[in-house]
Nanobody, 129 residues
Framework: QVQLVESGGGLVQTGGSLRLSCAAS????????MGWFRQAPGKEREFVAG????????YIVDFVKGRFTISRDNAKNTVYLQMNSLKPEDAAVYSC??????????????????????WGQGTQVTVSS
């Protein structure tokens, strides 16, 4: 069982930065691939970034590539999403998730919500224009 708690969301101006954190419980954090998803009102949840258990593999979707980075600190059981150059269209509820599929992301980073076993409650990101 893994429990996930996000933090770091808030209101930021266009062009600003935020760093989201996701703290996980449990002793096997490094065995899970971690992902960040977002969902804006009236839209489907979409994958943003993922990282393998060892941090060796990462995946960032094209629409945030160059602006967002994902990292993790297994000693702290925490995964991060650094978001720079934020745009109004980045506003959404951001959620982290843990996946045991594909050997914890060793060979491929899961991108579909159904491939994730555990979810956090989400944190709101608002970007003012």
């Amino acid at each position: 069982q893994v429990q996930l708690v996000e933090s770091g969301g808030g209101l930021v101006q266009t062009g600003g930065s935020l760093r989201l954190s996701c703290a996980a419980s449990g002793r096997t954090f490094s065995s899970y691939a971690m992902g960040w998803f977002r969902q804006a009102p009236g839209k489907e949840r979409e994958f943003v970034a993922g990282i393998s258990g060892s941090s060796r593999n990462t995946y960032i979707v094209d629409f945030v590539k160059g602006r967002f980075t994902i990292s993790r600190d297994n000693a702290k059981n925490t995964v991060y999403l650094q978001m720079n150059s934020l745009k109004p269209e980045d506003a959404a509820v951001y959620s982290c998730a843990a996946s045991s599929a594909y050997s914890g992301g060793l060979y491929v980073i899961p991108r579909h919500p159904s491939e994730y076993n555990y979810w956090g409650q989400g944190t709101q990101v608002t970007v003012s224009s």
